[in-house]
């Protein structure tokens, strides 16, 4: 084994450098080249568009994943693409205090980037290349989100452009943050700046070299066919062989046994804090020659950029199921609501038909009605409801039909306050028992809204005149209504209101009301008489179909205090299917193109 260069193991390196010249071969963009940065354009839009925003497993995973490939479009592939004959970025990436700053310095010879004992050391990236070359990266085209700047910086969201003739055109190195560093944002800029690179130099030590971190970020560069380089650093001479054999095995158990690996013995630095040239003067031929060589640089950009276009299907298509998961997610926790919703206007229509709002005061409110024989007065007499009117004013005291029109509005109000109170609490329910929908969940949601009762109250009594107009209309050209006016209609109101409550829409007499069963007959006869036995059922039907469809809007308005928390993810019903499209859109655009050679 060769110290200080490539170790045999990996044998020949996939990047062959034949010196053709440091000027860039000219490069006439093909048309596949457009029409492959047209399916991008469209890809960045639709990963824009979807958001993932129910708590699911899913969830937090593919925004990630969708923030990630967002930012290697944005950094790399689109600008990338834009000029395949833009210098080649070597991204030196790596462990904590694996001595990569002191390499990028060696490398070219002078302290471009802060080298030292405390941690983290690099902060901000610093980006050294020729000053030829500076055009390419000072204008911001590859990654746009750091601010250039020719000083030293320990801000995050700045790179640092260094120029110097000490490394060739044609390649730039960029020094980035540690992958495994204490801080976040390094860690996350580390990242981001490995998606960008054109090629991935490792840099890890004979202590270091098996950590987890780094072999999942090398694990990730294979699979999105990232060119890596190797360097191993601080090899204690009597272990060189021991520690580069078992960091071979590794790499090639996880498939990355072609990757060049450079060996650096364990050494003093010297006194400007560099490598000696024994140690570094190898690799930094390598560079030199791949900086010289057009053809090399040209391979190892289509190499890695194809590997990051064809690594995007299978990105594509997790988020896409992932976004699909949300939609069904939310028509899942929406139909729990529909479903106790639904319940409740079963539970209220199915207590207007089985009679039971026909006890207790209502009955006993209807009994009187209809034992004082109010009824048939009203419909047949104005005379005498003015009569009764005028009594109770002097009284204080309120009519039989005024009693029993209140009751009929209490005992409705009731029943629907009820069904809309177990429907709140039911999905409420049916909502904590879900991760997605208990992180929706807020405490007034338990319960109905709080001016239901209001809105319930208004319900019953914009009804109730509803009926009194239903019962006028149909009553226009009836002689004997006609004589009571408006009373009678009242009256008739009253009876068809009662109708409503029963499943016949026949108004209880005989057996069904045991007090003033005689007044009872008569009332219904003279109702019959009036609009006749089908229309008094007909009538009932219709004030039952209007009250359901009223309590059915008022029912939907507090199911949407649920719904509409989960409308994001209905919204984004089409988002999966468009993931697919424009994926399926850049994999045919990138088999067109043909960047390695092979359309495959």
């Known amino acids: 084994m060769a110290t200080g260069g490539p170790s045999e193991r ?92 002191t390499l990028v310095n060696s490398l070219v010879q002078a302290p471009v980037s802060n080298a030292g004992v405390l941690r983290p050391t690099t902060k901000s990236p610093v980006l050294v290349t020729h000053p030829d070359d500076v055009q390419w990266f000072g204008r911001g085209g590859l990654l746009p989100g750091l601010t250039r700047t020719g000083e030293s910086s320990n801000a995050p ?43 991935w130099l490792f840099v890890t030590t004979a202590a270091r070299y098996a950590d987890a971190v780094p072999w999942e970020l090398l694990t990730t560069a294979r699979l999105r066919g990232t060119v890596i380089a190797l360097v191993l650093d601080r090899v204690p001479a009597d272990a060189a062989a021991e520690v580069a054999a078992h960091l071979g095995e590794m790499l090639t158990a996880n498939e990355l046994g072609s990757a060049p690996l450079f060996v650096l013995p364990e050494t003093e630095l010297d006194q400007g804090g560099l490598l000696p ?137 009731t029943l629907l306050r009820g069904v809309a109170t177990d429907a709140a609490e039911q999905a409420y329910a049916a909502w904590q028992a879900h991760p997605a929908g208990a992180a929706l969940l807020a405490p007034n949601l338990q319960h109905a809204s709080a001016d239901l009762p209001e809105r319930a109250d208004r319900l019953i009594r914009d009804w109730q005149h509803w009926v009194l107009d239903l019962v006028r209309t149909e009553a226009s050209d009836k002689r004997a209504v006609a004589r009571g006016a408006a009373y009678a209609v009242n009256g008739a109101g009253l009876a068809v209101m009662i109708a409503v409550f029963t499943a016949t829409a026949f108004i209880p007499t005989g057996l069904e009301v045991a007090a003033g069963a005689g007044s009872a007959v008569a009332a219904q006869k003279v109702l019959e008489a009036v609009f006749g036995d089908q229309a008094i059922r007909t009538l009932a039907g219709r004030a039952r179909t209007e009250l359901l469809d009223r309590v059915e809007k008022l029912l939907a308005v507090e199911a949407a205090r649920f719904t509409e928390r989960t409308s994001t993810a209905r919204l984004e019903t089409t988002h999966g299917t468009l993931l697919r499209q424009t994926a399926a859109e850049v994999e045919n655009a990138r088999k067109e193109l043909a960047l390695t050679g092979s359309g495959s």
Do not use: C
């Open 277 to 413: 040239d024994a140690a570094i003067g190898p690799m930094r031929i390598w560079f030199a020659q791949l900086a010289g060589d057009a053809g090399a640089r040209g391979t190892v950009v289509r190499q890695t950029l194809d590997g990051a276009l064809s690594a995007l299907t299978p990105a594509l298509n997790g988020l896409a199921e992932a976004a699909d998961e949300q939609v069904r997610t939310a028509h899942s926790l929406d139909e729990r609501v529909e479903s106790a919703y639904r319940n409740a206007h079963h539970i209220l229509e199915e207590g207007l038909r089985d009679g039971r709002l026909l006890r207790g005061e209502v009955l006993a409110r209807w009994q009187e009605y209809v034992g004082t024989g109010d009824l048939v007065r009203n419909l047949e007499s104005r005379v005498g409801h003015l009569r009764d009117r005028l009594l109770a004013a002097l009284s204080g005291r309120t009519t039989p039909a005024q009693n029993l029109r209140v009751a009929l509005e209490s005992q409705l109000v």
């Open 157 to 199: 969201d700045v790179l640092q452009v260094v120029a110097t003739p000490a490394i060739g055109p044609g390649l730039a190195l960029l020094d980035a943050p540690d992958v495994d560093s204490v801080v976040d944002q390094n860690r996350k800029l580390a990242a981001q700046l490995l998606a960008a690179a054109d090629l």
């Open 10 to 101: 990996t044998g020949a390196s996939p990047i062959r450098p034949e010196n053709h010249g440091n000027r860039p071969e000219p490069v006439e963009a093909p048309p596949a080249v457009g029409r492959l940065a047209t399916a991008l354009s469209r890809l960045r839009a639709a990963l824009g568009a979807v958001s993932y925003p129910l708590v699911l497993p899913s969830a937090e995973e593919a925004r990630r994943v969708g923030s990630a490939l967002v930012a290697q479009l944005d950094d790399y592939l689109l600008p990338r693409l834009a000029r395949l004959d833009a210098p080649l970025l070597v991204v030196v990436g790596g462990s904590t205090g694996a001595g990569k700053s």
